[in-house]
């Protein structure tokens, strides 16, 4: 049985808060407000995971009124959420993404950050797509107030 979802997920940019995408910490004059790390990458991600088995999103799980969570790496719920794919005999096929954001130039980092969701997933390189683009000055993204980032992951049923 295979089970597919669909991830998207927003951060404002601030001026004074580390730059957190696909676990990757990328020099810039703003960073992502959030509860956690705001790392719009890594949460679109584990949406999309939770959505192919509709265990509703992140927020649900790793609510953001908890003190617990705060300024927690996102990798770390990637991770949390991976077990929950795991638990219910599931396997991720693959990953793709895309990061919309008008600056920092994000193409030198797309490598570290398949990387690290790799490893979150226990999947080859392959099998992890992380793409970058800009929305050309239109909307909040192309006006630099914050970044987005949309994902899908296809699962598979283990035995
Ligand atoms: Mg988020």
Do not use: Q
Not at 14 to 35: A, F, Q
Not at 47 to 75: C, V
Not at 119 to 124: K, R
Request: hydrophobic letters at 45%; aromatic letters at 4%; proline letters at 4%.
């Amino acid at each position: 049985m295979m089970r597919i979802g669909i991830g998207y997920d927003v951060h404002p940019l601030v001026e004074g808060r580390p730059l957190m995408l696909g676990g990757v910490s990328i020099p810039h004059s703003k960073g992502l407000k959030g509860h956690s790390d705001a790392d719009a990458l890594l949460h679109a991600i584990s949406d999309a995971l939770l959505g192919a088995l509709a265990l509703g999103d992140l927020g649900r799980h790793f609510p953001d009124t908890d003190p617990k969570y705060r300024g927690i790496a996102s990798l770390k719920l990637l991770e949390a959420v991976y077990e929950k794919v795991r638990e219910r005999g599931f396997a991720v096929v693959n990953v793709d993404s895309v990061v919309i954001a008008e600056e920092p130039k994000l193409s030198p980092h797309l490598a570290e950050m398949a990387k690290n969701v790799a490893d979150a997933l226990h999947l080859s390189l392959d099998c992890v797509s992380i793409k970058a683009t800009r929305e050309e000055g239109l909307g909040f993204t192309g006006r630099k107030e914050g970044i987005a980032a949309k994902a899908v992951a296809l699962l598979e049923k283990k035995g």
